[in-house]
């Protein structure tokens, strides 16, 4: 590989590297409910979409369905729905703590410094030659 392109390479890697940090500093100062958002990943998401169901069908059944039999049951389905999803948003919630985004800010500033000491290592080297 030429010095060119190692150079650009690591240049790229960089760049990937700041817009990772921005993401990851973004996600320590924001709120709570956008660290769940967009650091819970998918589950996060299919968490909260299934109590956002969960309670449609329960004001639906409310608004429309006799007290009877079937009532009671899609009641309680519903909010076992919503239980169970609020437990998880919660153990997701403690998975992503503040603490585990710094974590994560100082490794990749680390791993940058590294790249940019590299970075400045090639091009006086290039310059020189």
Request: no cysteine; net charge positive.
């Amino acid at each position: 590989m030429s010095e060119n392109q190692r150079i650009d390479q690591l240049k790229e890697q960089v760049s990937f590297l700041e817009a990772r940090l921005t993401r990851y500093e973004d996600l320590l100062n924001g709120t709570t409910l956008s660290r769940i958002l967009f650091g819970g990943g998918r589950r996060a998401k299919l968490s909260l979409i299934e109590i956002l169901i969960a309670l449609v069908v329960l004001i639906y059944t409310f608004i429309r369905i006799n007290h009877n039999m079937l009532f009671g049951i899609i009641v309680i389905l519903a909010l076992v729905v919503i239980l169970f999803s609020a437990l998880q948003l919660n153990v997701i919630r403690k998975k992503n703590g503040k603490e585990k985004y710094q974590r994560m800010i100082d490794s990749l500033t680390a791993e940058k410094a590294s790249m940019d000491k590299e970075l400045a290592r090639l091009t006086a080297a290039k310059k020189q030659v």
